[in-house]
C-alpha cells in the first residue's frame, strides 16, 4: 500500500527528474508492495530542477526540488544511507553539476568524474549507493551528457555507466515512463490553452467558487490568477457561481482606498461577481462560533508572549493555559471582547495538537485583540477572527462548494477541514494550485507595501511594481493579461517565471493596433540639410500604421531641414546611399564633426533609389513645416538585483540602485494629440505608453513597454 507521494513535471529537463524517481523506484524495488506513489503532472517545461520534483515523505509536509526530494527520501528511507554517510552526501550534493545542457558547462564535471572513477566501481563503497543511482539518473536523462558517452572518450565512465545500466534492469521502465509522460506533454503543449479537466468533485451538483482578498493593498498578478481562475471555473467552465469576499479581518492594515481599488480592478479585468460580501458581515456569527469551540473543549485562551508561543511550536511544547477549564477560557474571551488592559493580554487557541509533523495544526491562534477602529464596523469589536478561522467558517455558510486557492494555504488545508469538523460544518472541496512566481519580482503584500512607504516607489500603480494598476500603467494590455494566466491553468508545479513570455504575449496584441510615431533623441541631435528637397515645407497624410489602415493616417512634415539622432549619423560614410524612412533614399555628401561628435549633415536626396538595397534606414524629423513635440522617453529596470529571495535575505541587500532611466527627445507633430493611455510605437525604438499628454509646454511622457525581449 502506497503511504508517500512523489509528483515529477513532465516536459522538464529529464536530468531534474530521473535521479529522484530512480531513488524512490529503488525503495518499491526493495519492497514486497510500492510503498511511493510516483506519477507525473503535465506541467510547464522548466530550465532547471528548482520546482519539477515534489515529493511527501514521512514528514508529511511536501518538500520541493531535487536536492530537497532526495534528502527527504533518505530521511524516510534510512536504509538509503550507506556507512560512509558523509561522502555520500557530498556527492548528492554535486548531482545539479549533471543537469547543464551546455556541453562547456557540463564537460568539466563528467572530465572530474571520469577520472574518479579511473580505480572504482562504484562512486561510494564497494556497492552500489544512492550516489550511484542519483548521478546514473542525472547523466541518463542529460542527452548532451550521453551523446558524450556514446563518444566512447570517456573510458571510465562510460565503463560505470553501462555497469549500473546492467546492474538495475529496473531503470529501464523508469526511463521508458519519463520518456512517454514526456510525449504526452509534448502532445498537450501542442494544444491551446492549459488543460483545466482537474478533479473537482460533485460539480454536477453546482459550483460556487469564491476569491477573498484582504482590503490591504493593491491587487497584484499573484491575486489576478486566483481571481481568473475561481472566475473561469465558475461562470465559464462550469455556469456556476462567483463570490467576492474581503477578508477584513485585521482593522491595523485595511482601508476602504484598497476595498475600492480591488473591486475596480476585477471590473477591469473583466470579474464580476455573483455576490459581494465581507467576512465582517459574519463577525457576531463567528463570535457565536468560538464560544462553541470552547465550550466543546475544542479552544482554550493563552496568553503566552509571541515569541515563547512561536518557539513551544516549534519545539512540540504545550502552553501551559492548555488544560484551562471551559469556564476561565470563556472569562478571558469575555475580557478580550470588551478589549480591557487583561483582555488585550490574551488570544484564543484552537486545541488541535502540540506536535503534529505538520507545524500548521500546533493549536494555531483563532481570536487576537485589535483596538484599532475597523474601516467598516467601527469600534463595535475589540476582538477579530484569523484568517484561518474564518475563512472554512464563512466558505461554507456562504455555500462555496470549491476553495480554489494557491498551494502556499496546502500546508493549512488539514487545519481548515479541522475547522468544519470541529463545528459540524458543511464540508468544501479544496483544489491548491501555483502561485505565479516572477524572476526578481516581489510578490509580497507587505514588503510591497515597505516599498511604498519608504518612497522607492511612486506609489502602488509604479509601473515597476507587479500590482495589475503597475503592469497596466507600464503597457500591458488586459486581454493580454488574461490570457497570459489562465494558460498557466491550475496546474500545481510552482515555477518562477521570467516576465519574457508576460510581455510577448502583450506584444500580440498591441502590434496589429499600435500607431507608428517618429522620436529623435535630443542629445547630440544632428541637423542635416536636405539637397532636392522643396524649398517650401510640405505636409502629406501617411497611414499610422502600415499593415493597418483601420488606425487611421497622421501628417508627415517635408522640408530641407531635418534632424536625425547622434547614433545613427556616427555610422554614415562619405557618398553612402541611405533611406529616409517615410521619404525615400538619400546620399550622404558631407559629415562635419567636432572631436568625436557628428554637428551637422548635407543630404542629397535620390527618391530614385531602391529602399531594398541600402542597409541603414533612418528615422528624422523635418524641423520646418510642423511644431515638434517634446518627449520624455522613459525606461525601467527590476526593483530586485535577485532572481528569487530567500527566507534570511534582506529586501535592502537587494534592491537595484537605478531602475528608472530618462531621455529627453522630440517628437512628430501627432504626439501632441495623444491621450493618457494610448500605446504607440516610436519607429526603431519599441512600444511606449503615454504616462503624461503633452500639455502647458511641458514634454510628454512616454512608459517603454516591454516585448519579451529584455524581460524587464
Not at 556514446?150 to 523508469?174: D, M, Q, S, Y
Not at 481571481?227 to 471555473?233: G, H, I, R, V
Not at 497596466?472 to 517565471?497: C, D, H
Amino acid at each position: 500500500m502506497t503511504n508517500y507521494q512523489l509528483v515529477l513535471a513532465s516536459g522538464a529537463n529529464p536530468a531534474t527528474i530521473l535521479p529522484v524517481s530512480l531513488i524512490a523506484t529503488s525503495v518499491n524495488e526493495a519492497r514486497p508492495d510500492p510503498v511511493i506513489a510516483i506519477r507525473y503532472e503535465n506541467a510547464p517545461t522548466l530550465a532547471d530542477g528548482s520546482s519539477v520534483v515534489e515529493f511527501t515523505g514521512a514528514s508529511g509536509t511536501p518538500v520541493y526540488g531535487t536536492d530537497n526530494a532526495i534528502k527527504e527520501l533518505r530521511a524516510t528511507f534510512p536504509f538509503l544511507k550507506g556507512k560512509n554517510e558523509t561522502l555520500e552526501e557530498s556527492w548528492l550534493s554535486q548531482v545539479h553539476e549533471f543537469f547543464a545542457l551546455d556541453f562547456k558547462a557540463l564537460e568539466p564535471h563528467l572530465q572530474r568524474l571520469d577520472s574518479y572513477l579511473t580505480l572504482r566501481s562504484f562512486v561510494v563503497g564497494y556497492a552500489l549507493s544512492t550516489p550511484d543511482i542519483a548521478i546514473w539518473g542525472a547523466i541518463r536523462g542529460n542527452r548532451v551528457a550521453v551523446a558524450a558517452i556514446k563518444k566512447g572518450t570517456l573510458i571510465n565512465l562510460t565503463r560505470w555507466f553501462h555497469f549500473l545500466e546492467e546492474l538495475c534492469p529496473w531503470t529501464a521502465p523508469v526511463v521508458e515512463t519519463l520518456n512517454a509522460a514526456a510525449r504526452e506533454k509534448k502532445a498537450a503543449k501542442s494544444r491551446e490553452g492549459a488543460s483545466y479537466d482537474i478533479a473537482l468533485l460533485n460539480t454536477d451538483q453546482g459550483v460556487v467558487t469564491r476569491f477573498p482578498p484582504e482590503p490591504s493593498g493593491y491587487l497584484h498578478i499573484g491575486h489576478a490568477k486566483a481571481a481568473l481562475l475561481n472566475d473561469y471555473f465558475a461562470h465559464e467552465k462550469y455556469k456556476g457561481t462567483l463570490l467576492v469576499r474581503f477578508d477584513d479581518t485585521n482593522p491595523s492594515n485595511e482601508k476602504v482606498e484598497f476595498q475600492d481599488a480591488i473591486i475596480e480592478d476585477l471590473a477591469l479585468m473583466g470579474i464580476k461577481a455573483d455576490k459581494l460580501s465581507y467576512t465582517s458581515d459574519y463577525f457576531d456569527k463567528l463570535y457565536e462560533y468560538c464560544i462553541q469551540m470552547i465550550k466543546d473543549g475544542n479552544a482554550y485562551a493563552d496568553d503566552t508572549d509571541k515569541e515563547t508561543m512561536g518557539a513551544e511550536r516549534m519545539k512540540g511544547i504545550p502552553s501551559k493555559r492548555r488544560d484551562a477549564t471551559v469556564e476561565e477560557n470563556l472569562a478571558r474571551f469575555e475580557e478580550m471582547k470588551k478589549g480591557t488592559e487583561e483582555g488585550m493580554r490574551w488570544c484564543i487557541r484552537a486545541k488541535i495538537s502540540v506536535d503534529n509533523p505538520n507545524k500548521a495544526l500546533r493549536d494555531p491562534v483563532i481570536y487576537r485583540c485589535n483596538p484599532v477602529p475597523h474601516h467598516r464596523t467601527g469600534t463595535t469589536w475589540k476582538i477579530y477572527p484569523t484568517y484561518d478561522f474564518a475563512c472554512p467558517i464563512v466558505d461554507s455558510i456562504e455555500g462555496v462548494t470549491h476553495a480554489l486557492r494557491t498551494i502556499e494555504y496546502r500546508d493549512r488545508n488539514p487545519q481548515y477541514q479541522w475547522m468544519l469538523d470541529a463545528l459540524k460544518l458543511r464540508h468544501v472541496q479544496i483544489w491548491d494550485f501555483a502561485r505565479m512566481n516572477f524572476i526578481r519580482t516581489l510578490l509580497s503584500k507587505r514588503k510591497l507595501t515597505k516599498l511604498v512607504e519608504k518612497g522607492v516607489v511612486w506609489g502602488w500603480d509604479d509601473p515597476r511594481f507587479p500590482t495589475i494598476r503597475g503592469i497596466r500603467r507600464r503597457g500591458m494590455t488586459v486581454p493580454a493579461l488574461r490570457e497570459f494566466i489562465l494558460k498557466q491553468g491550475p496546474s500545481k508545479n510552482i515555477i518562477n517565471l521570467d516576465w519574457t513570455l508576460f510581455w510577448a504575449t502583450n506584444k500580440k496584441y498591441i502590434d496589429p493596433v499600435a500607431p507608428r510615431h517618429t522620436a529623435i533623441l535630443k542629445k547630440d541631435v544632428v541637423k542635416a540639410t536636405v539637397k532636392g528637397a522643396p524649398d517650401t515645407p510640405y505636409t502629406e497624410k501617411k497611414p499610422k500604421h502600415a499593415k493597418n489602415p483601420d488606425v487611421g493616417v497622421k501628417t508627415v512634415a517635408y522640408s530641407n531641414s531635418i534632424i536625425l539622432e547622434q547614433e545613427d549619423a556616427k555610422t554614415f560614410k562619405q557618398d553612402e546611399e541611405i533611406t529616409l524612412m517615410n521619404w525615400g533614399n538619400a546620399f550622404v555628401r558631407k559629415i562635419h564633426t567636432s572631436g568625436d561628435t557628428i554637428t551637422e549633415l548635407e543630404l542629397e536626396l535620390h527618391l530614385e533609389g531602391d529602399v531594398k538595397k541600402t542597409e541603414k534606414k533612418i528615422t528624422w524629423l523635418s524641423t520646418e513645416g510642423q511644431q515638434i513635440v517634446p518627449v520624455e522617453l522613459v525606461d525601467f529596470d527590476y526593483l530586485l538585483t535577485k532572481d528569487s529571495l530567500q527566507e534570511d535575505d534582506k529586501l535592502e541587500d537587494f534592491l537595484n540602485p537605478k531602475t528608472e532611466f530618462r531621455d529627453d527627445a522630440f517628437a512628430d507633430c501627432n504626439v501632441a494629440e495623444l491621450k493618457e493611455g494610448d500605446i504607440i510605437q516610436f519607429e526603431r525604438k519599441g512600444y511606449y505608453r503615454l504616462d503624461r499628454p503633452f500639455a502647458d509646454g511641458k514634454p510628454a511622457v512616454f512608459f517603454n513597454i516591454p516585448t519579451g525581449k529584455t524581460g524587464k
